[in-house]
T-cell receptor
């Protein structure tokens, strides 16, 4: 079983829709939860970062963590065509990864927002 | 603007050639990483480094090698390229708060 499982998608939604992207994980030691966005032919970029359970909002993006069920979500409100990308979850035991900085990534969800 | 630079962005090379993919960062990060990513697929860690003169193999076995002689520079070398090495190679670094990735090198071995 993989340490991080992510809904593979792909997801295709109309502009303005609310998007929900989800991951589950198995390591109860994960405390930090990151979401990366990767545009085509680019490297991933850090989108959101949360610590422990709860919600964090940043503009149209909300990251939600439920440690009791080992479930993490990213919500995108009023989705835009510019949100079309691959989204990767990356839970971790510390902010920079494991003791040597390793991050475990989900396999990514491809999102397309069409006008 | 990215503070981690990878060159070349695209490389098409013949089987058996030796290649070096360059990665440099200007942020003074100690920890650096190389990931391999096939189109639409997961990121796989192939090498990492804690600092100068420190290199370790990652989770995915790779025939490539790396070196870390300077903090800012973490090149990856393939002594004899094969078609199975065709992939995207991503370099990243961290100061302890998430990763900063380069734009990647897309390698095609023909």
């Amino acid at each position: 079983q993989k340490e991080v499982e992510q809904d593979p998608g792909p997801l295709s939604v109309p502009e303005g829709a609310i998007v929900s992207l989800n991951c589950t994980y198995s390591n109860s030691a994960f405390q930090y939860f990151m979401w990366y966005r990767q545009y085509s032919r680019k490297g991933p970029e850090l989108l959101m970062y949360t610590y422990s359970s709860g919600n964090k909002e940043d503009g149209r993006f909300t990251a939600q963590v439920d440690k009791s069920s080992k479930y993490i979500s990213l919500f995108i409100r009023d989705s835009q065509p510019s949100d079309s990308a691959t989204y990767l979850c990356a839970p971790s035991t510390n902010a920079g990864g494991t003791s040597y900085g390793k991050l475990t990534f989900g396999q990514g969800t491809i999102l397309t927002v069409h006008p | 603007e990215a503070d981690i630079y990878q060159t070349p962005r695209y490389l098409v090379i013949g089987t058996g050639k030796k290649i070096t993919l360059e990665c440099s960062q200007t942020m003074g990060h100690d920890k650096m990483y190389w990931y391999q990513q096939d189109p639409g697929m997961e990121l796989h860690l192939i090498h990492y480094s804690y600092g100068v003169n420190s290199t370790e193999k990652g989770d995915l076995s790779s025939e490539s090698t790396v070196s870390r002689i300077r903090t800012e520079h973490f090149p990856l070398t393939l002594e004899s390229a094969r078609p199975s090495h065709t992939s995207q190679y991503l370099c990243a670094s961290t100061s302890g708060y998430g990763y900063t990735f380069g734009s990647g090198t897309r390698l095609t071995v023909v």
